[in-house]
T-cell receptor, first 115, second 114 residues
């Protein structure tokens, strides 16, 4: 149980375009979802926390107008990288948790390359 | 802000030896401390966790200890095997954000040599 999927697993886009990444909880209702960014050989950096039906809470330094997060249902959250630039190339990972549970379940990640 | 420091950044051991990774956290109100194993290009996998009301937890070859007074917690892997080679991350849930979010340490790259 507690499976989280992400789509796509890899995406290459041109500079200036937008890319949408989906995160789904397959067998549980995710009241809270998280988006992380991980650069090569670095740690996971939390970008934002989203609760179903409400606006996401962004971490300091993360541009909310560039990284649009939508958590429209208890099983789906999306991250849209708008006007992507090469420096946005990274591994984006989502996670989800149910209710008051502490444990977060991670998706497999999406490798974004901006050319 | 909240901070989690992790040491060492790299660790090399011989198969069968023990490995210890240490983390310290800044928010004394943190109450949940998970450890994740991440292989290259894969998702982090939870290997063990501990709550603030417990001092030690063990699961086969893996154990975690927590010292709330000193604000540090450690991962212990005994009888290491080559398949234990990976990057290990500690994390903590700070009071801010309602204990919802995880703040990760920088990671430890463990290499177990046959």
């Amino acid at each position: 149980g507690a499976v989280v999927s992400q789509h796509p697993s890899r995406v290459i886009c041109k500079s200036g375009t937008s890319v949408k990444i989906e995160c789904r909880s397959l067998d549980f209702q995710a009241t809270t979802m998280f988006w992380y960014r991980q650069f090569p050989k670095q740690s996971l950096m939390l970008m934002a926390t989203s609760n179903e039906g409400s606006k996401a809470t962004y971490e300091q330094g993360v541009e909310k107008d560039k990284f649009l997060i939508n958590h429209a249902s208890l099983t789906l959250s999306t991250l849209t990288v708008t006007s992507a630039h090469p420096e946005d190339s990274s591994f984006y990972i989502c996670s989800a948790k149910a209710g008051s549970s502490y444990e977060q379940y991670f998706g497999p990640g999406t490798r974004l390359t901006v050319t | 802000g909240e901070n989690v420091e992790q040491h060492p950044s790299t660790l090399s051991v011989q198969e069968g030896d023990s490995a210890v990774i240490k983390c310290t956290y800044s928010d004394s109100a943190s109450n949940y401390f998970p450890w994740y194993k991440q292989e290259l290009g894969k998702r982090p996998q939870l290997i063990i966790d501990i709550r603030s009301n417990v001092g030690e937890k063990k699961d086969q070859r893996i154990a975690v200890t927590l010292n709330k007074t000193a604000k540090h917690f450690s991962l212990h892997i005994t009888e290491t095997q080559p398949e234990d080679s990976a990057v290990y991350f500690c994390a903590a849930t700070p009071f801010s954000g309602g204990y919802n979010k995880l703040i990760f340490g920088a990671g430890t790259r463990l290499a177990v040599h046959p």
